[in-house]
């Protein structure tokens, strides 16, 4: 469990066609977080989602007000009015992490790419493995777009949101046929 103290951060929930996301944002509109909620890997409701970032440390404060920027933001996406987020971003976690999901933030919209082409990106050209680690940790989902990234063959895998939702989201941005392969 990560124990690092955050300032006060505002969260809120934010509907999208494809369920409600979770966001959290620092004092100065960082996007510190940013989850599906009830996705598979994460937890199921938006109370357990509170409980467990405050168990890392996050001290919300509810504010609809302080996630207006991101709302519009996802409003313009899903609304097909934008292909990009442009939404100052501060995710916590190691120097590779960052790496990779710096590197995420790259991946154009409608494309996907492999773990070992997104390893290559990094310089670490035989870590596939570490890099869909680094993916599965992705604090801020859509914005570091984690769903845009597929198996060696072009197969649907792993996604914090459920594959069903990343098919989805997919489909969204007509993503090229291979990262529609279940």
């Known amino acids: 469990m ?3 103290s955050h300032a006060p951060c505002h969260a809120a929930r934010i509907p999208s066609p494809f369920g409600d996301l979770f966001a959290v944002v620092d004092d100065e509109g960082a996007l510190l977080r940013l989850d599906f909620v009830g996705g598979k890997e994460r937890a199921g409701a938006e109370g357990e989602l509170e409980a467990r970032l405050r168990a890392e440390g ?3 404060r509810w504010s609809r007000e302080r ?3 991101v709302a519009e933001a996802l409003r313009a996406y899903f609304a097909g009015e934008t292909r990009s987020f442009d939404l100052p971003v501060a995710p916590s976690g190691t120097p590779f992490q960052k790496r990779v999901w710096r590197e995420l ?3 154009p919209y409608g494309e996907t ?3 070992g082409e ?3 990106r990094v310089g670490r050209p035989g870590a596939a493995r570490a890099v869909g680690r680094a993916n599965a940790t992705n604090p ?3 914005v570091l777009p984690c769903h845009r990234v597929v198996g060696s063959n072009g197969t649907l895998t792993g996604y914090a949101g459920g594959l069903e939702r990343k098919r989805a989201l997919l489909a969204h941005e007509g993503a ?3 990262g529609a392969r279940a």
């Open 2 to 4: 990560n124990t690092t």
């Open 58 to 60: 996050f001290d919300l």
């Open 67 to 69: 996630l207006a920027a």
């Open 105 to 107: 933030a790259r991946i």
């Open 113 to 115: 790419v492999t773990y």
């Open 118 to 120: 997104l390893a290559r």
């Open 140 to 142: 801020i989902s859509l």
């Open 176 to 178: 090229a046929a291979a």
